[in-house]
Structures are given as C-alpha cells and as structure tokens.
C-alpha cells in the first residue's frame, strides 16, 4: 500500500513558475514508477509526465521543455518544476505510483490531487 500526498498548488500568473512535490509513504517508493496526471474541467485524465523507479523521464508533447520530472529516493518524494506555465496548464495535477508485483499484478495508487490555476 502506498500513501500519496501532492502539495504546491495554487494560482500563478501566465509565464511563471510552480514546483509540485509528491510525498510517499508505505512501501518502498524506489522501486515504483512515478508519474503526474492533471484533468482539466470536462477533459479526460492526461499524463503530463513520468520517471521510472530506473530515472527515466517522459513528457507529453504539450508539456516538453517547460515542465521537469525528478524524484529524490531517500525523500521519498517526486517533483514536478513547472516553468512558462500556460492557461492551457490550469488542471487538477494528480500524483501516481505504480509497480507490477511478482505474479504480475498492478499496483496502482493516485494522490487526492492539487489544483494549478495559471492565470491569463
């Protein structure tokens, strides 16, 4: 079982900058996948990016070279730097970690969310 909590939300003006931070708790955060999510009103849940318990990183497209993923193991905490924020970026930004236990079964767990306002 893993515990998520997301903090840093809040409201930013178009062009400025927000870190998000995700704190783990309950099993061993290294070796679980880490990813954020954000849903915008009346649109579906998109991965914004990941970091793999290995370190590597992926980004979605609308996102690739503004925002940064990391992770600290020994803070069991992942990042999210959000630079050159857009309207476009105002979302509920949700935490995930997953991992596939032995018999191949998903472990999969979400944070309670935190809201980014960007405004224009």
């Known amino acids: 079982q893993v515990h998520l909590v997301e903090s840093g939300g809040g409201l930013v003006q178009a062009g400025g900058s927000l870190r998000l931070s995700c704190a783990a708790s309950?099993?061993?955060?290294?070796?679980?996948?880490m990813g954020w999510y954000r849903q915008a009103p009346r649109k579906q849940r998109e991965l914004v990016a990941g970091?793999?318990?290995?370190?590597?990183?992926n980004y979605a497209d609308s996102v690739k070279g503004r925002f940064t993923i990391s992770r600290d193991n020994a803070k069991n905490t992942v990042y999210l730097q959000m630079n050159s924020l857009k309207a476009e970026d105002t979302a509920i930004y949700y935490c995930?970690?997953?991992?596939?236990?032995?018999?191949?079964?998903?472990?999969?767990?979400w944070g309670q969310g935190t809201q980014v306002t960007v405004s224009s």
């Open positions: 970091i793999s318990s290995g370190g590597s990183t």
């Open positions: 309950g099993s061993i955060f290294s070796t679980y996948n």
């Open positions: 995930n970690a997953y991992r596939f236990s032995a018999l191949g079964i998903k472990l999969d767990y």
